[in-house]
């Protein structure tokens, strides 16, 4: 797929990754200015007459060292990361629908396919029961046997599941990331993450070498539903961090599943309008076929 990054792409990197410059405060800013290079070029009283700019985000964005982002550019890129700009045709179109969706992504591993919007999520608890942890790998196999990518967070648990069942079906994944894409997290699945890349990708939205902090591991989240075109959550605790995404879901009109077991987590979601999911084989089969037909 041929990439179409503009010739600022440096200016937009820099940009999206100083700590609290979110996408809709970035649009601000280029409302008030024009272009990224003015931004840039903005003293910080003008830059503090834009909403949500005070003197901190000022001085980040006045101190920002070109030379230093285009050097990691030309480094990322030799190491076979590519910094997708939301212009560029390799940006995922599922995702460029939000009005949040970050200016810039990294990906490490397999380009999209045309056939990428065909994605589903699946997510749930880092301990699941045994049962839990089978049906998340059966479903990932079966969303894969048919050609869809199954997207993920690379935690333990049902993501690990999610994505070896893809794997074992030889179909695409994708594993958005809480940290850097070369800061793999939790360690433990390093090893999944490689075997990741010869299937698919992990995507994060922020700098390749960040360590995981909360915060980003929550934001994630919306990365994760804003990639499907729908969420199912296998079992969930009551603070479950898959419950985020499922919120994330509901609010950008994906269609949130839920697997109806006793777990907290399913009982408060199917109580809010998440489609229940009977566990068993006939369920699966079912809600793929539905998945088919809508997409």
């Known amino acids: 797929m041929t990439d179409h990054n503009p010739p600022d792409l440096a200016h937009w990197v820099a940009l999206c990754l100083i700590p609290g410059l979110g996408s809709k405060t970035i649009a601000r800013l280029l409302d008030q200015f024009g272009s990224t290079a ?13 909403p949500r700019i005070g003197p901190r985000l000022a001085a980040a964005i006045r101190a920002i060292d070109l030379d230093r982002v285009r050097a990691e550019l ?8 590519a910094v997708l700009h939301q212009s560029s045709a390799a940006y995922p ?10 200016p810039v992504l990294f990906r ?20 699941p029961s045994a049962p839990a942890r089978h049906l998340a790998g059966t479903l990932a196999a079966a969303l894969a046997d048919h050609g869809w990518t199954v997207v993920s967070g690379l935690a333990s648990g049902i993501d690990t599941a999610a994505h070896r069942g893809a794997i074992r079906a030889n179909g695409r994944t994708l594993a958005v990331l809480g940290s850097g894409v070369r800061m793999v997290y939790p360690s433990q699945n390093a090893g999944l993450a ?11 939205e922020v700098h390749p070498d960040a360590p995981p902090n909360s915060p980003v591991l929550v934001a994630r989240n919306r990365l994760i539903s804003g990639l499907s075109r729908a969420v199912i ?5 009551e603070t479950s961090g898959s ?11 994906r269609i949130v599943y839920a697997v109806d077991n006793e777990s907290a987590g399913n009982r408060t979601l ?13 369920a699966w089969d079912q809600l793929v076929g539905e998945l088919i037909d809508r997409y």
Do not use: K, N, S, Y
């Open 38 to 50: 003015a931004i840039l070029a903005a003293d910080a009283d003008a830059l503090q007459a834009v």
């Open 194 to 204: 490689q075997r990741i890349l010869a299937h698919g990708a992990l995507i994060a």
């Open 93 to 102: 179109p599922a995702l460029a629908e939000l009005d949040d969706a970050p």
């Open 270 to 282: 199917i109580a809010g309008g998440a489609r229940p999911l009977p566990p068993d084989t006939t």
């Open 243 to 253: 419950l985020h995404a499922a919120r994330f879901a509901q609010v950008q009109g």
């Open 233 to 237: 959550v296998i079992e969930a605790g």
């Open 74 to 81: 030309v480094t990322w890129q030799a190491d076979g990361i």
């Open 108 to 127: 490490l591993g397999q380009p999209g396919t045309p056939h990428e919007q065909r994605a589903a999520a699946i997510v749930g608890t880092r301990r």
